[in-house]
């Protein structure tokens, strides 16, 4: 996602006639359409046209699809598989959920939402294709050095961390923006990483952030903050992908489209919105499970999709990324979370607040040591504390280009 060639595959309108055309993903009807008695239940076959739920107000079309007929189960190892049933929470965690909190994306602004046995997903759209480098690329972040004790060629982080134990898991509210992206090359997002391998070809990685959040033009065609979800069990080189792009994760909420638009975001010295997000492994099956808010599942990815993770995880990052493609031989001027540096606190610097993680028994936990770092901290920064209310909690972000960082 951080670079795209300056030549477009000639096989990509053919791919995208097909993948329109000749889905083999069945669509249920919306839930407006649902009062019609006929109609209940009812599915399309795959030569029928595929039945739109709502052109969402970003443009975004959704399509309530079979729960079986998700990519996910096009892994060889789900294949006539029926999703799981969500496991135990960690101890200590708050399971009462609220309708309000599955809201905060545009396309539920109408009250839309999908049938039970059905999940959301954004349809790939013919544009959202040819933003791509390629068909074999299109949902997939370039293989990138992500060492965070040295600036990682042209990603540049402000996060917090902890390594050297065992983690099965993490949790965060991560504060919502609207980030200016500077070119259709570059993306600015937030999100928590469950990492385990070393950095090398062999690492795994769980990420969920805004989406759980990111702004990225070149995969979305737009600048709204979406909540997100990525994996990869080799350095990002030729396994996982983003959200429902490719055969990994399986979704079990049919309220929540990964890859949709959120909001409301926040303003600058106004109203603040956050979200909360945990990843957790399950201690009875090894899967690791995405819940949003409390108590809204969302869904979990296989542990076979991994090595090291399969097992544990040994590093946990909290934080904000941007790609700098140095547009014009200077630093980009795409900010990272509001724009505003850490030190301006509260509505204006954009913070991750209530940071924990997932022990050896099942248990949340509060961060034994919380590291920071930042890349390159004349453009973005971070600062950390701890307080009662917020717990484990930093500030970070930044404006990308000025006077310091030319």
């Given at each position: 996602m951080a670079s795209c060639c300056s030549k477009i595959s000639p096989i990509i309108p053919i791919f995208v006639f097909f993948l329109l055309a000749s889905s083999p993903i069945r669509v249920a009807r919306s839930s407006s359409e649902t009062n019609n008695p006929h109609a209940k239940n009812q599915t399309f076959r795959p030569e029928q046209e595929l039945q739109k739920l709502k052109i969402s107000p970003d443009g975004d079309i959704i399509d309530c699809v079979l729960l079986r007929h998700q990519p996910g189960f096009d892994h060889p190892q789900l294949k006539g598989k029926k999703p799981l049933a969500p496991p135990e929470r960690p101890n200590g965690h708050n399971t009462k959920a609220t309708m309000a909190a599955e809201d905060f994306q545009m396309w539920r602004m109408s009250g839309e939402t999908c049938p039970e046995g059905t999940i959301p997903i954004r349809r790939t759209t013919e544009q959202d294709m040819l933003r791509a480098n390629s068909v074999t690329s299109f949902g997939k972040k370039p293989a990138q050095v992500v060492r965070r004790d040295t600036t990682s060629n042209d990603h540049e982080h402000a996060i917090g961390y902890l390594s050297g134990d065992e983690y099965y898991g993490a949790k965060a509210s991560i504060n919502v923006w609207a980030p200016n992206v500077t070119n259709q090359y570059e993306f600015s997002l937030s999100q928590i990483w469950v990492i385990s391998g070393s950095f090398g070809d062999d690492l795994n990685t769980i990420e969920a952030g805004w989406q759980a959040l990111q702004v990225s033009p070149e995969l979305y065609g737009d600048y709204y903050p979406r909540f997100f979800t990525y994996w990869t069990s080799d350095a990002y080189q030729a396994?996982?992908?983003?959200?429902?792009?490719?055969?990994?994760?399986?979704?079990?909420?049919?309220?929540?489209?990964?890859?949709?638009?959120?909001?409301?975001?926040?303003?600058?010295?106004?109203?603040?919105?956050?979200?909360?997000?945990?990843?957790?492994?399950?201690?009875?099956?090894?899967?690791?499970?995405?819940?949003?808010?409390?108590?809204?599942?969302?869904?979990?990815?296989?542990?076979?999709?991994?090595?090291?993770?399969?097992?544990?995880?040994?590093?946990?990052?909290?934080?904000?990324?941007?790609?700098?493609?140095?547009?014009?031989?200077?630093?980009?001027?795409?900010?990272?979370?509001?724009?505003?540096f850490a030190g301006e606190g509260f509505g204006k610097a954009s913070y991750f607040r209530n940071l924990q993680v997932v022990d050896w028994d099942n248990n949340l936990i509060p961060l034994p040591d919380l590291k920071v770092l930042a890349d390159n901290p004349d453009c973005y920064n971070i600062q950390g504390g701890i307080n009662v209310v917020w717990g484990n909690y930093f500030y970070y972000g930044g404006p990308g280009k000025n006077v310091k960082c030319p």
């Open positions: 396994t996982g992908c983003y959200n429902l792009l490719c055969s990994g994760f399986v979704q079990t909420n049919n309220r929540i489209a990964i890859g949709a638009a959120i909001s409301p975001t926040s303003s600058y010295g106004v109203g603040q919105f956050d979200i909360s997000l945990l990843i957790w492994k399950d201690p009875k099956h090894g899967n690791w499970w995405l819940e949003f808010e409390s108590g809204i599942i969302v869904g979990y990815w296989p542990s076979f999709l991994f090595t090291h993770l399969s097992d544990h995880a040994s590093m946990v990052q909290f934080g904000g990324e941007v790609v700098n493609s140095s547009p014009g031989g200077s630093h980009t001027a795409t900010e990272m979370g509001s724009g505003h």
